[in-house]
């Protein structure tokens, strides 16, 4: 399915009256003169397949037809001295399908044509906001400075409105999301073969990385988490400084990024190329709760029915090691979900509460954080939704804990 597609299926579910205004963002200032690396709009991405900044896509549903118009800088050599090649009209008609191609300066003209010639009711842009603290980005500000020029109109999410499109993937996206996968793995083998302790955890964060961009993942889909000892028990740490100490577990939450579509992948490993009998103890009882996980994941339920396995393999596995007395203390050591959605984002776009159906990819990522032992375990392979269950994408990183011993040793 093409970006094209992906328009079509907006399209038909927009009331007729409506204008969609989708902007790919702006570059953002660090301090002085240097920006953040530039990550475009998942949206103006998803219906462009354009990653380029300063962009703009206008769509206009009324009079019985949809009129599309594409904004891109105007070619500049200046510019382009410093920062490299802007694309033309013609290569971005190309990428995007969109025939009509203007530039940047236009977008106002255009807009203004429009609201005075159709009885426009409905004006769609990107309004995702992750906390109420947040500044506006670039597309936000943008819809406050519409509806300030035209009040009357009626404001709704483009991010909304694109999210039933996003949850299930078509084959060029899933075929992105396995290569991603692909190279992740060679990734992480290259951590495994390097990997001894005495290492920092930022030096095995570099053998991935390194892989990764030699074979074309020039992104990463979150910052590399390479968390040794006790630092394997926080979620999201991405220090990355500490030593890996003799005997220690690292855990390594990280995923390749390819043609803008992420991968999701946590292996945990020993520093010294074999497990102790207590973290083979708990590796294999988080190993369990992966695989009923994979072999629940099916058209029909939630991630909520999923979450709902893992807690339950958890529970029981937890009450035979005598770590709680009750099944229902799970959170003791299990404090996350065990699964979202992949995609464009590494946590997707999708709502809480939607069934699965064929074509959504998610996480299968149970895990157990033991901070008096120094024992943090998560295990996250990435699922892609099938007519009759689920199909393990990345089924060919190794994961039993026999495997992982064999190739450290330089057996496999």
Not at 13 to 27: F, I, K, R
Not at 121 to 127: I, K, N, Q, S
Not at 209 to 219: F, H, N, Q
């Amino acid at each position: 399915m093409s970006v094209q597609e992906h328009r079509k299926r907006l399209y038909e579910t927009l009331p007729e009256g409506s204008m969609v205004l989708s902007y790919a963002g702006v570059p953002v200032h660090t301090n002085e003169d240097d920006y953040y690396n530039f990550e475009v709009n998942s949206q103006f991405f998803y219906l462009t397949g354009l990653e380029r900044e300063n962009m703009a896509f206008l769509a206009v549903k009324a009079g019985g037809a949809v009129q599309e118009t594409l904004f891109i800088e105007a070619a500049d050599p200046l510019h382009e001295r410093w920062t490299g090649k802007m694309p033309t009209k013609e290569e971005a008609a190309q990428i995007s399908g969109v025939q009509n191609v203007r530039y940047t300066e236009e977008i106002s003209a255009a807009v203004g044509r429009f609201m005075g010639r159709y009885d426009i009711g409905y004006v769609y842009f990107d309004l995702y906001r992750c906390g109420m603290k947040d500044p506006d980005d670039y597309n936000a500000a943008m819809a406050r400075e519409f509806m300030r020029l035209y009040p009357a109109v009626t404001l709704r999410d483009l991010h909304k409105a694109c999210v039933p499109l996003r949850e299930c993937k078509d084959g060029d996206e899933i075929a992105l999301v396995r290569q991603a996968v692909g190279i992740t793995r060679q990734g992480l083998e290259r951590v495994m073969k390097g990997l001894k302790p005495g290492m920092r955890e930022y030096q095995a964060q570099a053998d991935f990385e390194y892989a990764c961009k030699r074979l074309g993942a020039v992104r990463f889909a979150f910052n590399t988490i390479s968390a040794s000892g006790k630092n394997g028990c926080m979620m999201h740490y991405n220090t990355n400084r500490e030593e890996i100490r003799p005997g220690s577990l690292l855990l390594l939450d990280l995923g390749a990024k390819y043609g803008n579509y992420c991968s999701d992948i946590t292996r945990t490993y020993p520093a010294d190329g074999k497990y102790t009998p207590r973290q083979r103890e708990i590796y294999g009882l988080v190993l369990k709760a992966n695989l009923a996980v994979a072999a629940a994941a099916r058209p029909g339920i939630t991630l909520k029915d999923l979450n709902d396995v893992a807690k339950s393999v958890l529970g029981e596995g937890l009450v035979s090691l005598g770590l709680i007395q009750d099944a229902q203390e799970v959170g003791k050591y299990y404090m996350h979900s065990v699964s979202h959605s992949i995609g464009i984002d590494c946590h997707d776009a999708a709502f809480v509460g939607d069934v699965l159906q064929p074509g959504w990819i998610i996480s299968d990522e149970p895990g157990l954080y033991i901070d008096e032992e120094e024992i943090g375990i998560r295990i996250e392979d990435d699922l892609l939704i099938t007519a009759s269950g689920c199909e393990v994408l990345s089924k060919e990183i190794i994961k039993d804990p026999d495997e992982i011993e064999r190739f450290m040793r330089g057996e496999g």
